[in-house]
């Protein structure tokens, strides 16, 4: 369908596609459907009360609005999650899944920036900007790709994907100098340049306020001369294996998706109707269910509802 539109794309790591130009034409593209297909949009208009009719003659649902009642035999409910709030995000589709009966997996921030404590935002104060490209590890689950540095902690790709595994009070580890042994590449260092300093050393394979900060935060700093294995072990351990224990995230103000949802035990893997509620439909980021970075959480979206669509 992008193809369709003519609208240029490109691949980027790990299959994501982006746009080669705004993402204004992905909305166009979908009012210009929506358009083709009928539909009638209707904004600022909000949703009061939601009820499934009684009666046989009325086994559909009516929803009140501010602009009247709307009745019809299915009801899809596609409110998204409670991400980005400022743009009207919130819990309104949960409270439908409840109303009618429907599990709800606790809903919480994914692909979001981590936050530190006061502590080590003064550790890495003047950080801000500073990006490399690392591997982040939570538990079992790995993600290679860019990490950066903000003012109130972490953030970049490899950070967003691995926050949509974290949970509170676990440590995640970070290794910005990914295939590359830094203790080894320290000793060669030693061995070849005695009198060089331990920072200019290890700026050779990161960003040197970086490398800087790294040597001033594990007390490993002079000659490499004067520098035993034990110290050079302990720097190489902060680049290759950091484990930092965030103190949370950004929360859903930045969070790009949220994880948790409508149970999706409860509803039909082929038509996403719920099981129990005939002509009832939950689809897209209402469901618990969370992609990677990349627009496969638009797919998932759009597959969703082209399901529950061609159900109805």
């Not at 009820?51 to 299915?74: D, H, I, L, M, P």
């Amino acid at each position: 369908m992008v193809d369709a539109h003519g609208i240029a794309w490109h691949e980027k790591t790990l299959g994501q596609l982006f746009c080669d130009g705004s993402s204004q034409q992905i909305i166009d593209m979908l009012l210009d459907e929506c358009a083709k297909g009928g539909a009638t949009i209707e904004l600022e208009t909000e949703v009061t009360s939601v009820a499934k009719g009684q009666e046989k003659e009325k086994s559909g649902f009516t929803v009140e609005t501010s602009r009247g009642a709307r009745e019809a035999r299915s009801l899809v409910v596609a409110t998204g999650g409670k991400s980005i709030p400022k743009m009207g995000a919130t819990g309104f589709g949960y409270d439908i899944a409840k109303q009618f009966g429907l599990s709800i997996v606790p809903p919480r921030p994914a692909l979001v920036p981590f936050t530190f404590g006061p502590e080590l935002r003064e550790q890495l104060d003047g950080l801000s900007g500073v990006s490399v490209d690392a591997e982040t590890a939570c538990g079992s689950t790995r993600f290679a790709e860019a990490l950066l540095f903000t003012h109130r902690g972490l953030s970049g790709p490899a950070i967003l994907q691995v926050s949509s595994y974290w949970k509170e009070g676990e440590e995640i580890a970070v290794n910005m100098a990914p295939g590359r042994d830094v203790f080894a590449l320290l000793r060669e260092a030693r061995a070849a340049q005695p009198k060089q300093e331990v920072e200019t050393a290890l700026a050779r394979l990161l960003p040197k306020s970086l490398a800087e900060r790294l040597c001033a935060m594990t007390g490993t700093t002079g000659r490499l001369a004067d520098l035993s294995d034990k110290r050079l072990r302990a720097l190489a351990a902060h680049v290759n294996d950091w484990r930092v224990k965030p103190s949370g995230t950004e929360g859903y103000r930045t969070a790009e998706v949220t994880a948790g949802g409508v149970d999706t035990r409860g509803l039909s893997s082929k038509t996403m109707e719920a099981r129990t509620v005939p002509g009832l439909y939950f689809i897209g980021e209402v469901v618990d269910v969370t992609g990677h970075l990349g627009g496969f959480n638009f797919q998932w979206a759009w597959a969703s509802g082209y399901a529950a669509g061609r159900a109805l």
